[in-house]
């Protein structure tokens, strides 16, 4: 018994020895939970921070200028994916677009010229619509929706435009397709280099004030002449084939403002231009002296001909050069193909 009483006293104390044991190890399991929970939450605000730097108003240009003007604007840019995206209303304003939102479909169109671009919220993907051709482009990040504002890709909508975009510290500047020496050959320069610049850049970057009449070839060979008012390079008409086409120079960019089509079959294009025969015109046409400095180059097959003159105010017509080609060889060639008539400067009004 005395035995056994000895066993009972020692197996209480033995038990709560273990107890207090059991305990601490409970305690610091309970312990090692909270730290374990504590760092799981700290990971998650982390992952959440990553995430949220995505789209961030902190790493976002705090300025935008448009041709040199700060644009006016209500709302913070944000970055995505290292893009900027800016307030649409606001930069299609100081692109002199306008803008419509489609609540039920999600999307926000502008429209500059006759250009548009329908752009799809939480979409990267946009579709742009120029002279009568409609592509699907692919953004680097999506337009948005931020507090019920539509966020566009900046460089994407203004390089849609033709429109060049850089940015230096808080600021991003979008501007002039042109660089500052094209600028000064355009408006302030040598009248023949300034003729040649718009030859060679305006058909090939041309946006159009009103839809364009469809390219219609009923012609065999081909014929180009271009007609300057007399003194002016930034505004002239081009005849190509059995259309006719106005551009002006406008804010930098080259627009035709008018259309009309040429009657095929009865006389010279040009002879029927001047005379004013066109059809299906679209557009104002502008009221011009008709006195012109004209290059014409045409040709069919191996042949090419090229002639300058110019068109007298009674419309009769003073060739000053001429240039026939057959294959490589210059069969013919007199006179001056300069891009200017003896004496003449610049008579337009310059951009300052």
Do not use: C, Q, S, W
């Given at each position: 018994?005395?035995?056994?009483?000895?066993?009972?006293?020692?197996?209480?104390?033995?038990y709560r020895g273990r107890e207090k044991n059991h305990g601490s190890q409970r305690r610091g399991v309970r312990s090692w939970r909270i730290i374990m929970k504590t760092m799981l939450v700290v990971v998650a605000a982390a992952a959440g921070l990553l995430a949220a730097s995505a789209t961030s108003h902190a790493a976002a240009p705090s300025i935008i200028v448009v041709g040199g003007k700060p644009v006016q604007r209500v709302a913070p840019l944000v970055v995505?994916?290292?893009?900027?995206?800016?307030?649409l209303r606001a930069l299609a304003d100081s692109l002199g677009a306008s803008t419509t939102w489609n609540q039920a479909a999600k999307t926000a169109t502008v429209r500059k010229w006759s250009e548009t671009v329908t752009l799809i919220a939480g979409k990267n993907t946009a579709y742009s619509v120029k002279a009568n051709q409609t592509h699907k482009v692919t953004l680097d990040a999506s337009a948005k929706l931020v507090h019920n504002?539509?966020?566009?890709?900046?460089?994407?909508?203004?390089?849609?435009?033709g429109y060049q975009v850089a940015a230096s510290g808080d600021t991003a500047f979008v501007d002039s397709s042109l660089t500052a020496s094209e600028q000064a050959a355009l408006y302030k320069g040598d009248l023949a280099k300034a003729r040649q610049f718009v030859m060679d850049k305006?058909?090939?970057?041309?946006?159009?004030?009103?839809?364009?009449?469809p390219y219609s070839h009923?012609?065999?060979?081909?014929?180009?002449?271009?007609?300057f008012p007399i003194g002016e390079a930034n505004r002239f008409f081009l005849i190509t084939d059995d259309t006719v086409s106005f551009y002006e120079v406008k804010d930098d960019f080259f627009v035709v403002t008018w259309q009309a089509r040429i009657p095929v079959g009865q006389k010279d294009t040009d002879q029927l231009f001047l005379e004013g025969k066109v059809t299906d015109a679209a557009g104002t046409k502008p009221a011009i002296k008709r006195e012109f400095f004209f290059s014409r180059t045409s040709g069919l097959v191996t042949s090419t001909n090229i002639t300058a003159g110019k068109i007298g105010p009674d419309g009769k017509t003073a060739v000053t050069?001429?240039?026939?080609?057959?294959?490589d060889e210059v069969k013919e060639a007199s006179g001056s193909l300069a891009l200017t008539l003896p004496n003449e400067v610049r008579a337009e009004a310059t951009k300052e």
């Open positions: 018994m005395a035995d056994g009483g000895r066993i009972r006293a020692e197996h209480p104390f033995a995505d994916k290292g893009r900027i995206l800016v307030p504002r539509v966020y566009v890709p900046l460089r994407f909508l203004a390089r849609l435009y305006g058909p090939k970057n041309a946006h159009y004030a009103n839809k364009p009449i009923e012609r065999e060979g081909f014929e180009t002449t271009y007609f050069g001429v240039k026939r080609i057959v294959g």
